[in-house]
């Protein structure tokens, strides 16, 4: 009986606190806590993301027109002429590019599944073009690669491009 209650009240008191002292102490309790807003961080980046495929959206028929006739700037092109398309940098509302941060939970597939993306998709299939969404990753020399990382985790800054061709 003695040991009973022993055993009973060091297993009531201690095992909590000693394993949360144990994880304080050795770092461990990072591996096992959630990273805060990571959710939060990624809806607040897709709705910047949004809002910059709605100036799209408004301005995709005169943008086409324009390019077509030659008078659109391609900032990686400066010769004059139309190139057959249009690339469009996903900007923060203050004009400078979004860099996600590395980890971001943001993909091409959760672009893809905001309305704005699918009205500017459903608009241009109306109307015979392409669009096509590209993730840009910044490498560690900070030179811009459309190729995949080598890494087995995805440790990149990167950015995103919609490219709408068809004409």
């Excluded at 057959?84 to 590019?97: A, D, F, T």
């Excluded at 910044?138 to 490219?163: K, S, W």
Aim: glycine share 6%; proline share 4%; with cysteine.
């Amino acid at each position: 009986m003695f040991l009973r209650f022993f055993s009973f009240n060091i297993s009531y008191i201690y095992p909590m606190s000693f394993l949360n002292n144990f994880l304080d102490k050795t770092g461990l309790s990072l591996v096992f806590k959630r990273r805060i807003d990571d959710e939060t961080l990624m809806h607040q980046n897709l709705a910047i993301i949004e809002q910059a495929l709605g100036d799209i959206l408004q301005n995709i028929e005169s943008d086409i027109e324009t390019e077509k006739q030659g008078l659109f700037k391609h900032p990686e092109n400066p010769i004059e002429g139309s190139l057959g398309y249009l690339q469009y940098i996903i900007n923060k509302p203050s004009g400078e590019k979004l860099i996600l941060p590395r980890f971001s939970l943001v993909s091409c597939n959760s672009i893809k599944m905001t309305d704005t993306y699918r009205r500017l998709k459903d608009r241009l299939a109306e109307s015979g073009y392409i669009i096509e969404l590209k993730e840009v990753n910044i490498d560690y020399q900070g030179n811009d690669t459309y190729a995949q990382p080598a890494d087995i985790f995805d440790d990149f800054e990167r950015y995103f491009v919609v490219q709408i061709s068809g004409w």
